[in-house]
């Protein structure tokens, strides 16, 4: 979903919502906002509450051409074998789910060959009006009635330590905590104008935050957003009762996933949840931190970097993404952080020192429940605030378990941590 959608999904009607696809495109006239409102009951109906899937849609003269399966066929068509194809079949479903949805008849028709699945012929009251604006709300519906496969997506996990040891209350207490947490970090950053729709699912002991934005600030500003998030429970935590404000360790990582929406009252909802190998992953990596702790996945990613009007497409790692999110901070100065104002913010990966003042990144090795080995760097950020002592998230380097620097190798990437980079 692109920026331009923000909110739509927390609606709650079908028409409420049509008036809010209709208010960031084009004034729609009565007959059309009437034929999509039929169409929406139409695609409903389809769905049959979630037994199936709407992959793809064309334009017909009449109405529109549908591509649906069964939701259990989408796991065979994955494993199975395509109709006179060498291609893999689970890289191109994900093709399939990952792109535009509006098809013409040609590359209909052949999905459906390749699938072996009929095309379902979905008549309207009227004529579809050959309005782009119109077809991209359409795009949309259908959207919410099948799954999406997004490459390429920034998540953060939240896990409270020492969840299943607390009482029912506690539990709650702690949550409830964690949620005003991310939702004051939400509110500073909306303050500074800074461009955000983030979408959460709770874990049961924390939750995962993601940004429905997928470009390159929009994951920068996920990483800050954790670091605000951390700033604001360890301010609290110093101020309240035990038990009562969580004890954290979290996660960033940069992966795929596929998003779709749950049913709520017989309805697909209006927001969106995501399971995947990134969601996979940060579960495993975080479950190896310590209290306090906040791991970063080594990653490799194409992330879309907009320029004014233009855009562009570019390869980071993990040290590279945390390297210009550290020469990005200068954007939080000014923010307010427990009646303090904040004055300056550094965020950096750990490693060990050189005799030139540098550092190195420590690049960890870690093994998580099920055998698998994946590769962490330990992240911190220092918040410096005016007439406050300093909040500094993360743990240092030197903290780090003997078992876990024993597994350890360290690069020298220079590009990453400069001089004075604060290994506080």
Same mark, same amino acid.
């Given at each position: 979903?692109d920026s331009s959608d923000s909110g739509i999904f927390r609606l709650a009607s079908v028409g409420t919502y049509l008036d809010a696809l209709a208010s960031i495109t084009h004034e ?177 002991? &924390? ?47 940069? &992966? ?40 970063? &996945? ?70 998580d429940k099920h055998g698998k080995t994946r590769s962490v760097f330990n992240a911190k950020a220092n918040i410096y605030r005016r007439n406050a002592e300093p909040i500094l998230l ?31």
């Amino acid at each position: 979903m692109d920026s331009s959608d923000s909110g739509i999904f927390r609606l709650a009607s079908v028409g409420t919502y049509l008036d809010a696809l209709a208010s960031i495109t084009h004034e729609m006239s009565l007959r059309d906002r009437s034929n999509l409102i039929h169409l929406d009951k139409c695609l409903h109906k389809i769905w049959g509450l979630g037994a199936n899937v709407l992959l793809n849609w064309c334009p017909r003269q009449d109405g529109l051409a549908l591509l649906v399966v069964p939701h259990y066929a989408i796991a065979d068509h994955a494993n199975g074998e395509l109709e006179n194809s060498e291609g893999s079949s689970e890289s191109f479903l994900r093709a399939l789910l990952s792109g535009r949805r509006r098809l013409d008849a040609a590359q209909l028709d052949k999905v459906a060959h390749l699938l072996g699945i009929e095309v379902t012929e979905l008549p309207l009251q009227h004529p579809l009006s050959d309005n782009a604006s119109h077809h991209g709300i359409i795009e949309r519906m259908i959207k919410r009635y099948s799954i999406t496969y997004v490459p390429c997506r920034a998540v953060v996990l939240f896990d409270i330590v020492g969840f299943g040891l607390l009482s029912p209350f506690a539990q709650m207490t702690q949550l409830n905590s964690l949620s005003y947490s991310m939702n004051s970090a939400q509110s500073k950053l909306d303050s500074k104008r800074i461009g955000i729709d983030f979408a959460r699912s709770t874990t049961g002991d &924390g939750f995962y935050v993601w940004n429905t934005d997928l470009t390159l600030d929009a994951n920068i500003n996920l990483y800050h957003f954790m670091h605000l998030v951390l700033a604001d429970n360890a301010i609290a935590s110093s101020k309240a009762e035990p038990n009562v404000v969580p004890r954290l360790r979290a996660g960033f990582h940069v &992966g795929g996933s596929y998003e779709f929406h749950q049913a709520e009252g017989l309805n697909p909802t209006l927001s969106h949840y995501i399971v995947g190998d990134v969601t996979v992953d940060l579960a495993r990596i975080v479950e190896q931190a310590q209290p306090d702790q906040v791991l970063i &996945g080594d990653f490799e990613a194409e992330m879309r970097f907009l320029d004014g009007d233009s855009s562009s497409w570019i390869s980071l790692d993990s040290v590279d993404f945390v390297d210009r999110a550290a020469r990005s901070v200068e954007q939080l100065r000014g923010l307010v952080m427990s009646g303090e104002r904040i004055d300056s913010i550094k965020c950096y990966l750990t490693g060990a020192p050189l005799d030139s003042g540098e550092f190195t990144v420590r690049r960890i090795q870690i093994n998580d429940k099920h055998g698998k080995t994946r590769s962490v760097f330990n992240a911190k950020a220092n918040i410096y605030r005016r007439n406050a002592e300093p909040i500094l998230l993360g743990i240092q380097d030197r903290e780090l378990a003997p078992e876990t620097k024993r597994k350890e190798r360290s690069e020298h990437l220079l590009r990453a941590l400069r001089a004075g980079a604060d290994p506080a």
